[in-house]
């Protein structure tokens, strides 16, 4: 079966970090790259970051680079989202999404709130 599923949300306050992680299985890991999204209530989905299959490039959304880092462990075929110096604004549900064969596999996502 093919899924993802995000763990690692909570509460924190602002300045804070927390990691999130998405665990893959089914498909082939190394193959796919995957998106970090996000969406806060009453707005819409942002894309926030990519991580490609071979783990070379990476890229973020403004709103974030230079306090989020992504990265990927193929033993564990979990990617991670390390959050640094956390804003209310961050506050969100965070899930991951990669495309299989042509279709577009997402996690139910993990929440973070930041708040003091």
């Known amino acids: 079966q093919v899924q993802l599923v995000e763990s690692g949300g909570g509460l924190v306050q602002p300045g804070g970090s927390l990691r999130l992680s998405c665990a893959a299985s089914g498909f082939t890991f190394g193959s796919s790259d995957i998106n970090w999204v996000r969406q806060a209530p009453g707005k819409g989905a942002e894309w926030i970051s990519r991580i490609s299959g071979g783990g070379t490039s990476t890229y973020y959304a403004d709103s974030v680079k230079g306090r989020f880092t992504i990265s990927r462990d193929y033993a564990k075929n979990t990617v991670y989202l390390q959050m640094n110096s956390l804003k209310p604004e961050d506050a969100a549900l965070y899930y991951c999404?990669?495309?299989?064969?042509?279709?577009?596999?997402r996690g139910r996502g993990t929440q973070v709130t930041v708040s003091s």
């Open positions: 999404r990669t495309l299989v064969t042509g279709r577009i596999i």
